[in-house]
């Protein structure tokens, strides 16, 4: 069995959505589903359509405390 793990530091897509440019698509899906709920009730939204999160630029783990550790010097 293959283990799906989510990040949300990746907006809760598995690596394999991010790696391969899959990401894109399945956030528009999402916004897709939350419109259509909203539509049907907007009273759980207090009448605010929800948006997916979008994917940032740049993820890190373990991020460096500074420029110093990310150049090594």
């Known amino acids: 069995m293959i283990e799906v793990h989510?990040?949300?530091?990746?907006?809760?897509l598995i690596?394999?959505?991010v790696h391969y440019g899959k990401?894109?698509?399945v956030i528009r899906k999402r916004n897709e589903v939350?419109?259509?709920a909203?539509?049907?009730?907007q009273d759980r939204f207090k009448w605010k359509v929800p948006k997916a999160q979008e994917l940032t630029n740049v993820v890190l783990f373990n991020s460096p405390k500074s420029e110093k550790d990310i150049s090594g010097g």
Do not use: R
Request: no cysteine.
């Open 38 to 41: 909203f539509l049907e009730h």
């Open 34 to 36: 939350l419109l259509k």
């Open 23 to 25: 990401a894109e698509e």
């Open 15 to 17: 690596s394999e959505m």
């Open 6 to 12: 989510q990040h949300t530091g990746i907006v809760l």
